[in-house]
C-alpha cells in the first residue's frame, strides 16, 4: 500500500471513525448517551441510593453504577453523601452547594469544584455515606480507578467517531456538571416557582422534568425527599418516575415510597382522627392550599385597601407575597410591614393568624391525640365563625381530609 494511500485512510479514520455516523446521527447518539447518564443520576444515585426510596434489581444497579463510572467519573458514596449533607445542611453554610450562603454565580459556574472539594471531606463521607455499595469491584475498580472509566471513553468515542468524537466526550462530561451541579443545585435553589412552602429555598425550575429526567421539580422532591415520584400536579412531568414505573412491570423495581396524595370525604362535617391524622400526613398540601386562601382574602380586600388605606401599590405587592411565606420565615422587617398592613385589615390579620395556629397543631408533639383533635376542631369553629369567605371554604375543605 503506497503511503498516498495510508495517508487517504487515516485521514479518513480521523474524519469519520469505525462506524462514519452522518452529523445528525452524531447528535442522535449524543443526546441519547446523554440522556441515559441523566437517568442513571436521577434513578440510581439519586432515589435510590441518596434517599432509599426504591429498590433496583442487581441488573438494572449494576448498569447504572457502571455507565456512571465510564461517563462521569462518579462514586456512589461520594454523591450519595454529599447529596444526604445538602438535605441536613440545606442552605446553611454547611450545605456543599448552596447559592443562598454562596451565590448563584458560584454555583452555576463552580458546582463541579465545589463538588469534588467536599467529596475530599472525610467527615462528611463516614456520617452520610453509608448504606452504599461496598463491594469488590466498588473498592477495586470504581472507587478506587475512577479516572479510568472516563479515560477508556475519551479512546472508545475516538475509535467509534473519529475526531468528533472528542467532542462527543467533552459534552459527556460537561453534561451533569452543567445539568445537575449547575441548574438543580443553582437554579433550583434560586429562580422557579414553589408548590409547597418547605423549609428551605428549593424551586421547581420547570414544571416538565424531561432534559433533566424529573430532577427540575426541585421543591416537590425537597418537601418530600423520599418520595419516588418527584412531581405532584397533574400539569407536572416526570420522565424518571415513567422510568421506574416501567422497570417495576419489568420486575426490576419496587417503589418503597411516594409522596401522600390527600384523599377527601366530600360528605364528612365533623373532623375525627383520621381527619387529624390526614391533615398531619397531608400538612405541605394543607399549608400550599391555606396558602391559596390568603391570595384570595387579599384580592376580596384589595379595593378596601386602595380606596379607604390608600396604601401604595408596591407595598400591597409586597405584602401579598409575604402573606402567603411561613410565618416562621419572615424576617423582622417582614413582620413589621404585615403589622402595618394589618391596621387596615382585620380579615388579612386573623388570615394569618389562623396560619400561625393551624402550623403550630403538627408541632405540638407534647400534647395527645384528643387534645389534637380538640384543637383542630377549635380551629375549625372559629374559622367558620369568622365571617371571612375565603376561611369559611378552607375550613369546610380541612374537615373533608380522609
Given at each position: ?154 479512546v472508545i468515542n475516538f475509535v467509534l467517531f473519529g475526531v468528533i468524537g472528542i467532542t462527543i466526550w467533552a459534552i459527556q462530561m460537561l453534561w451533569i ?64 418516575w415513567g422510568y421506574i414505573r416501567a422497570l417495576e412491570m419489568l420486575g426490576l423495581a419496587k417503589v418503597k415510597k411516594v409522596a401522600p396524595e390527600p ?140
Open positions: 500500500m503506497s503511503f498516498s494511500n495510508i495517508l487517504h485512510s487515516v485521514l479518513e479514520f480521523l474524519n469519520t471513525g469505525l462506524i462514519g455516523l452522518s452529523g445528525w446521527e452524531v447528535v442522535l447518539y449524543t443526546l441519547v448517551v446523554t440522556h441515559i447518564t441523566i437517568a442513571s443520576v436521577t434513578i440510581y444515585l439519586h432515589r435510590h441510593q441518596a434517599h432509599r426510596a426504591l429498590e433496583l434489581h442487581a441488573i438494572p444497579s449494576h448498569f447504572f453504577r457502571f455507565w456512571l463510572w465510564l461517563t462521569t467519573g462518579q462514586v456512589t458514596k461520594e454523591w450519595a453523601a454529599i447529596h444526604r449533607k445538602h438535605h441536613a445542611k440545606c442552605d446553611t453554610e454547611e450545605d456543599p452547594h448552596s447559592p443562598v450562603t454562596r451565590g448563584i454565580k458560584k454555583v452555576l459556574l463552580e458546582g463541579a469544584e465545589l463538588y469534588r472539594a467536599e467529596s475530599k471531606n472525610l467527615e462528611t463521607m463516614a456520617k452520610y455515606g453509608h448504606g452504599t455499595p461496598d463491594d469488590w469491584i466498588e473498592r477495586n475498580l470504581y472507587t478506587k480507578y475512577s479516572w479510568f472509566g472516563v479515560a477508556a471513553l475519551l456538571p452543567i445539568t445537575a451541579a449547575g441548574i438543580i443545585n443553582g437554579l433550583g435553589h434560586w429562580w422557579g416557582y414553589r408548590n409547597y412552602d418547605c423549609s428551605d429555598a428549593a424551586t421547581n425550575v420547570f414544571p416538565w422534568g424531561i432534559l433533566i429526567g424529573g430532577e427540575e421539580l426541585h421543591n416537590n422532591h425537597h418537601t418530600h425527599a423520599t418520595s419516588a415520584k418527584l412531581s405532584s400536579k397533574w400539569y407536572e412531568i416526570d420522565l424518571g384523599k377527601f370525604a366530600k360528605d364528612k362535617v365533623v373532623a375525627d382522627l383520621e381527619t387529624l391524622q390526614s391533615v398531619i400526613t397531608n400538612r405541605y398540601d394543607v399549608m400550599a392550599k391555606y396558602a391559596k386562601s390568603v391570595k384570595h382574602a387579599f384580592r376580596e380586600e384589595l379595593d378596601h385597601l386602595k380606596d379607604k388605606a390608600q396604601l401604595e401599590k408596591r407595598f400591597l405587592k409586597s405584602s401579598r407575597k409575604l402573606l402567603q411565606r411561613e410565618p416562621g420565615k419572615l424576617e423582622l422587617v417582614h413582620k413589621q410591614q404585615l403589622i402595618e398592613l394589618f391596621k387596615h385589615s382585620k380579615a388579612l390579620e386573623t388570615m394569618h393568624q389562623m396560619r400561625v395556629e393551624l402550623g403550630a397543631i403538627w408541632e405540638r408533639s407534647h400534647s395527645t391525640r384528643d387534645q389534637l383533635l380538640q384543637q383542630l376542631q377549635d380551629w375549625c369553629a372559629r374559622a367558620e365563625a369568622s365571617g371571612i369567605k375565603s376561611l369559611q371554604e378552607f375550613s369546610l375543605r380541612l374537615r373533608s381530609y380522609a
